[in-house]
């Protein structure tokens, strides 16, 4: 009798079924870190004299050409961030009538919520430079096409970012709004605008704040704005040059954090 | 019906034979059933009540007895299962969309948890009270007809919260946010009022003052309320007819001095906190 009640007194986190899953997690875990190793196929030569060759292209960078910026990057630098911010205003526009279809409290049909969500994540899957890629393509080389690839792949974003803060709007008002009759656009504008507007500012900056990052490597496949600067240096080895169109990018990637710091404190 | 159901008061079915109602009984309800999803357990079992164009009815009972369900289906935010709901002679339970959104206009609703839009103002909120008749885009624009606007004055003043007009729903106490409530209800010139539960998250005093706050409104504007509320001396004091439900069906109707003890047992249970 005592046997027993002291055995129920014994307590473990885990049962054993759990104890084994977990420790076959972990083994997973280690399995795959080895196998991603051998794959990567690390040529020992080459890790050996990394910092050697690390240290002589930092010797080659500086002094960094900074006579070159005026000529040669300040307009590739403004077209960047015309890409960031036209690609960015693109992909709200977009996003919008998307996230409608996806949110469950709006839209009331799980086969409309299935498409939506299916336009963000094919958006969300396909990377910027894939995209870019496949705009320069279509459209040529240039601003335009990188435009577009930043606004598809952050539709994606935005409109999941979106959905969500909608489907966590509080229903209390909106189902009064109802009840009083209001029309499904006036309960929109009414009811959910106001719940959602921080979280639309916030998602909206934070990714425009992404896309002035991304769009400073869309040059490297032809869509225009500061990469294409930063390739062409490469090409020709100046890399005096290269290290001027990166500090350029730090400095404005600093610059978008500030700002966008500054305006979420205002807003919200 | 185990007890209370008085002479004086006309049988439901008599009225709606009688014709439209639209004078004698703006609001009657048939047999009305809801359960939520087939095979569940009824929630309502056949409610047959008739309300008069005036006056404050207050309906009582236990928590989960179907009080919100009866009141909620009543304008449709809850779908009845089957029974006829009448209001001004229509049958609500049969409307399509754009037409319960019409009939929708005309009865007011008042929350327990106020279900104010929080980030707009006081006077926005009083506003949204016009979504119905205000087209979109004027919403949108904030360019509400000025009639609209001087109403609401005039009721922010009757609810004693003119001096906060321009504050932030967010930044009211209970009592102030139920008063916005009762306003935005007012502001749809509703001809039926349903309160569900309004004094339910308020301290006594304040709960009294939005109960005085609804009779003088169903008094002074004429407008039949319909309120939901557990708490009996609250609905004596103000109602001039008692509804007692328990599991789901009506035990007592009539008026506050007709409820006594043994009412009280039939709707709530026990006895014990009688004494």
Redesign the interface.
């Known amino acids: 009798m005592t046997g027993a009640v002291l055995h129920d007194r014994i307590w473990r986190r885990f049962t054993p079924a759990e104890r084994l899953a977990r420790f076959a997690a972990y083994l997973a875990i280690v399995a795959a870190f080895v196998a991603s190793l051998r794959t990567v196929e690390v040529i020992p030569e080459f890790l050996y004299d990394a910092p050697e060759q690390m240290a002589d292209l930092l010797n080659r960078m500086w002094p960094a050409d900074l006579a070159y910026y005026p000529a040669g990057v300040h307009a590739a630098l403004v077209e960047t961030l015309h890409i960031a911010t036209l690609g960015t205003l693109f992909s709200i526009v977009l996003a919008v009538p998307v996230a409608l279809l996806s949110a469950r409290n709006i839209t009331r049909s799980a086969a409309l919520n299935w498409l939506g969500k299916l336009v963000l994540v094919s958006s969300r899957s396909v990377n910027s430079l894939v995209w870019a890629l496949l705009f320069v393509a279509v459209f040529g080389p240039g601003a335009l096409a990188g435009t577009l690839a930043i606004a598809f792949r952050s539709v994606g974003f935005v409109g999941k970012l979106l959905a969500e803060a909608l489907e966590e709007a ?1 229903p ?2 909106v ?9 499904p ?3 929109l ?3 959910f605008w ?2 959602v ?1 921080p979280a639309f500012w916030s998602v909206a900056l934070f990714r425009w704040d992404i896309n002035v990052r991304e769009s400073a490597v869309l040059g490297l496949v032809g869509a225009g704005g500061i990469g294409l600067v930063l390739n062409s240096a490469m090409d020709l080895f100046q890399w005096d040059r290269v290290a001027t169109a990166l500090i350029a990018i730090f400095a404005v990637v600093i610059a978008a954090e500030v700002l966008v710091t500054q305006i979420r404190k205002r807003i919200l | 019906m185990p007890d209370g159901t008085l002479a004086g008061r006309p049988a439901p079915a008599g009225v709606a034979a009688a014709g439209a109602g639209r004078d004698a009984h703006p609001l009657v309800v048939r047999n009305l059933v809801k359960r939520y999803g087939a095979g569940r357990p009824e929630v309502l079992k056949g409610i047959s009540l008739s309300f008069e164009p005036r006056g404050v009815v207050a309906i009582i009972g236990p928590s989960g007895t179907g009080k919100s369900t009866f009141i909620r289906c009543i304008n449709r935010l809850v779908e009845p299962t089957s029974g006829e709901i009448r209001f001004m002679g229509r049958d609500i339970v049969s409307l399509g969309r754009q037409e319960l959104r019409l009939v929708r206009r005309r009865i007011g609703m008042v929350f327990q948890e106020y279900n104010l839009v929080e980030r707009l103002s006081v006077m926005e909120n009083v506003l949204c009270g016009r979504l119905g008749y205000v087209p979109a885009w004027r919403a949108w624009l904030r360019r509400y007809p000025q009639a609209d606007v001087e109403q609401a004055f005039d009721l922010l003043d009757m609810v004693g919260l003119g001096d906060f007009v321009h504050q932030r729903a967010d930044s009211l106490s209970g009592g102030q946010r139920q008063r916005v409530g009762i306003a935005r209800a007012v502001m749809q010139d509703p001809d039926l009022l349903l309160a569900d539960e309004p004094t339910s998250s308020l301290d006594p005093k304040t709960s009294v003052e939005i109960m005085e706050l609804l009779a003088r409104v169903a008094e002074q504007r004429h407008v039949p309320v319909l309120v939901n509320i557990h708490d009996v001396t609250l609905a004596r004091r103000f109602a001039g007819r008692i509804v007692g439900m328990s599991e789901g069906r009506v035990v007592y109707d009539g008026p506050p001095d007709g409820l006594e003890d043994e009412h009280l047992r039939a709707i709530y249970g026990g006895e014990d906190w009688l004494s």
């Open positions: 509080a209390g008002p189902e009064a709004l109802r009840a009083a009759g209001a029309p656009a006036s309960v504008l009414k009811g106001p719940q507007q």
